[in-house]
């Protein structure tokens, strides 16, 4: 593509230095070539050929659905959490590649085009069940490279603050806000297996079977340990039942009440003596059967005395699982995770950006960060080196995302100069190495 000749800009504190800018030339955005290749490798965006209907007509469309998409979920990861920046990135050489078809020799989708693409196109009832379901299918789509030997799925509630006259959006007197209140599912890899936007004062356990009933559909033919999560919003008699028809093994904690108390009436008195520095902490393990419950559970209990408190933090967690009460506790700890995906998908994608006035469109747009994070978790999670294994997904934004690139073309393939500063090639090199074995053994979608 050619451009404009620009005057260069000159700078006081040296004047030999110049400032050019070639926006058609020149990305700010490299890695995403990375993540571009994990995406072929799983072929991920590839899906939407599959599932999603397109019911634009007439001879002038020049994106496919596919493309667009990519466009939607690569703008988002890389930091651009709405369609108002898609005419800069339309010219935008990284962003070209990774959309592909016609945005390679031309540009990728304007502004208008995306927007019609996320407000109409994806709005249909028929595309947006199928949106709602991509993030199953991508995580399905890993695990046939990667198996797991074990499941574990947190549910856990959100809240995505709103200002403005959004539809569904209300406020909520636990979070204090007028805001929209999203449930999500992970699985143990931090992985999001579903999501639904929801009202802003709907409760947090509301419609937790939309969420919840196809994760557990999806995974019912897998013979390995399954294991469930939650706090103590979905501590509900309908969710236990379900949980053990399925062969679930279940932590949840319950709110706590008279009754839990009495039960541990001997753990609740000050140890004697001068408090030592660390916490003690006692356990207990009991039966217990709730008015609406159709039998006896079992309770674990954890007792927390500490040097400067008066009384002490106790907490119960309702369970089906062996064993003694303090491993109980440990695992339903572990859910702690699903709350720092929550603020990873906050902080490095912004995933709480829902400004559009129809609800259904804040559905679609949370389902693409999700999609979006969901590539990123991948990548982190099957692709990095041991040195940079610990990176969270704000570090790969800064440093990976947001290598300098500069495109040189040839008569026969084209070469991007990435900035070796952050991320040098060995390290590139060693990610790229990495997500060719998965291409080797990922299995390819047979021609219809």
């Known amino acids: 593509m050619g451009e404009a000749r620009k005057e260069a800009l000159r700078v006081d504190f040296d004047r030999s230095v110049k400032l050019e800018f070639h926006g058609s030339t020149i990305s700010s955005d490299g890695g995403l070539l990375a993540y571009r290749e994990l995406d072929e490798a799983f072929a991920l965006t590839a899906m939407a050929e599959d599932v999603l209907t397109d019911l634009r007509t007439g001879s002038n469309i020049q994106h496919s659905l596919t493309g667009l998409l990519r466009q939607s979920i690569y703008s988002r990861l890389a930091g651009y959490d709405d369609t108002n920046d898609a005419e800069r990135l339309g010219v935008d050489p990284v962003m070209r590649q990774v959309v592909g078809g016609r945005a390679v020799g031309h540009t990728a989708a304007s502004t208008s085009q995306m927007a019609r693409f996320e407000t109409e196109v994806l709005t249909q009832p028929k595309n947006l069940s199928a949106l709602l379901a991509l993030a199953g299918k991508w995580v399905d789509g890993v695990r046939l490279a990667k198996p797991i030997k074990k499941l574990i799925l947190d549910l856990d509630s959100s809240v995505s603050e709103t200002y403005g006259r959004q539809e569904g959006s209300a406020y909520n007197g636990y979070f204090r806000c007028e805001c929209y209140h999203p449930v999500f599912c992970f699985n143990q890899d931090?992985?999001?297996?579903?999501?639904?936007?929801?009202?802003?004062?709907?409760?947090?356990?509301?419609?937790?079977?939309?969420?919840?009933?196809?994760?557990?559909?999806?995974?019912?033919?897998?013979?390995?340990?399954?294991?469930?999560?939650?706090?103590?919003?979905?501590?509900?008699?309908?969710?236990?039942?379900?949980?053990?028809?399925?062969?679930?093994?279940?932590?949840?904690?319950?709110?706590?009440?008279?009754?839990?108390?009495?039960?541990?009436?001997?753990?609740?008195?000050?140890?004697?003596?001068?408090?030592?520095?660390?916490?003690?902490?006692?356990?207990?393990?009991?039966?217990?059967?709730?008015?609406?419950?159709?039998?006896?559970?079992?309770?674990?209990?954890?007792?927390?005395?500490?040097?400067?408190?008066?009384?002490?933090?106790?907490?119960?967690?309702?369970?089906?699982?062996?064993?003694?009460?303090?491993?109980?506790?440990?695992?339903?700890?572990?859910?702690?995770?699903?709350?720092?995906?929550?603020?990873?998908?906050?902080?490095?994608?912004?995933?709480?950006?829902?400004?559009?006035?129809?609800?259904?469109?804040?559905?679609?747009?949370?389902?693409?960060?999700?999609?979006?994070?969901?590539?990123?978790?991948?990548?982190?999670?099957?692709?990095?080196?041991?040195?940079?294994?610990?990176?969270?997904?704000?570090?790969?934004?800064?440093?990976?995302?947001?290598?300098?690139?500069?495109?040189?073309?040839h008569a026969r393939y084209v070469t991007f100069q990435l900035a070796e500063v952050a991320v040098p090639q060995k390290v590139f090199a060693a990610v790229l190495t990495r997500i060719r074995r998965f291409a080797a053994i990922t299995p390819k979608p047979v021609p219809i």
């Open 190 to 409: 931090g992985d999001v297996e579903a999501a639904l936007l929801r009202n802003g004062n709907v409760a947090s356990a509301h419609d937790w079977r939309l969420v919840l009933v196809p994760v557990i559909d999806r995974y019912r033919g897998l013979d390995i340990a399954k294991l469930f999560r939650g706090d103590a919003a979905f501590a509900i008699p309908e969710l236990y039942e379900l949980l053990e028809a399925e062969g679930y093994r279940y932590t949840i904690r319950l709110p706590a009440n008279e009754v839990l108390y009495r039960e541990i009436a001997h753990l609740m008195k000050r140890p004697v003596g001068r408090p030592p520095a660390k916490p003690i902490v006692l356990y207990h393990r009991f039966d217990y059967q709730a008015a609406t419950w159709n039998k006896p559970r079992t309770v674990a209990a954890k007792v927390e005395w500490h040097r400067d408190e008066l009384f002490p933090r106790v907490g119960f967690v309702v369970t089906n699982m062996q064993g003694g009460a303090k491993p109980i506790i440990n695992l339903y700890n572990g859910r702690g995770r699903a709350e720092q995906a929550i603020k990873e998908g906050k902080v490095a994608l912004n995933w709480t950006r829902l400004s559009c006035h129809d609800f259904v469109d804040n559905q679609v747009r949370l389902q693409l960060f999700v999609l979006a994070y969901n590539l990123g978790n991948f990548l982190r999670r099957l692709a990095l080196p041991a040195c940079v294994r610990h990176w969270t997904l704000t570090t790969l934004l800064v440093k990976l995302i947001k290598t300098g690139a500069k495109v040189v073309h």
